[in-house]
């Protein structure tokens, strides 16, 4: 069966994409096929990963209108290991068109009937809010993975995103699940991330992974470059924390 995961905050800048693109990175070296769907019209994970959103003539923006086959927007390029549905800005069309649609929260969980056989794992990097393509996201899904940076305002938008959750499977997905937490950008000179880190193990502890991602300039550097860590330095304490984070995913395959 395939594992469905939306890897969601509705904080920006809390190692969302960054995430996304490396436990991808780190699956696809397990032999297990992996699929990356860039729900953000930001568009970052696309350029993480080497796509030019402007050099595009099909994204998730024309799947989710009708426009065209999710097949044929899927693409896989030479510089990573795992396939992906890329974003462009224009995915704000969906946000919009979306809103006045019939079931709209289901409108990702139907189009990806046709190709989600195909993969063992996809993640869905989705936007830095809780609107329509979250909901949609977190309909679609089997799980959620949180990053969250080990900050002061961390617990409360937490907690803020564990209601969202329960809103969604009550309503809409009742089969979903919180993998896990993920700690990421952690500086353990820094005294409040530590601290925030014993706060997020008090309260959180069943649903905390225990590999933790730390700030790390190869991370930084690697989407630049259009690559995953692993292939930009795979020697890297951020390479190694990504694989070490990804062993714990696929432990939960066997729970």
């Known amino acids: ?35 990356l769907i860039d729900l953000d019209p930001q568009s970052n994970a696309t350029r993480g990963c080497g796509i030019d959103p402007h050099g595009l003539t099909t994204s998730i923006n024309d ?24 974003a462009t800005p224009e995915l704000t069309e969906s946000e919009v068109m979306l809103l006045s649609s019939e079931r709209k929260e289901y409108t990702l969980k139907n189009v990806l009937v046709d190709c989600e056989s195909k993969f063992d794992y996809i993640l869905i990097d989705c936007p830095p809010s809780l609107n329509i ?33 329960d809103t969604i499977k009550s309503s809409s997905n009742q089969s979903l699940l919180v993998k896990g937490i993920i700690r990421t950008m952690f500086d353990p ?3 409040l991330a530590t601290d925030v880190s014993a706060q997020l193990l008090k309260f959180f502890d069943d649903k905390l992974y225990r590999t933790i991602i730390p700030r ?13 860590v692993l292939e930009y330095d795979k020697t890297s304490k951020g390479a190694l924390s990504y694989l070490s984070l990804t062993g714990e995913i696929l432990k939960q395959e066997k729970l």
């Open 133 to 165: 393509l979250t909901v949609n996201a977190l309909t679609a899904s089997t799980g959620v993975l949180i990053p969250v940076q080990c900050e002061f305002f961390a617990l409360q938008g937490l907690t803020e995103l564990m209601t969202t959750i």
């Open 216 to 228: 790390n300039i190869t991370l930084a550097e690697a989407p630049s470059h259009g690559l995953p």
């Open 189 to 191: 000179r820094n005294n």
């Open 1 to 35: 069966m395939t594992e469905l995961l939306a890897v969601v905050n509705q904080k920006g800048g809390v190692g969302k994409t960054t995430s996304c693109i490396n436990i991808c990175a780190s699956l696809a070296k397990t032999k297990r096929k992996t699929l």
């Open 63 to 86: 799947v989710l209108l009708g426009r065209t086959n999710i097949d044929e927007s899927i693409i896989s390029t030479d510089n990573i290991s795992f396939s992906i549905l890329p």
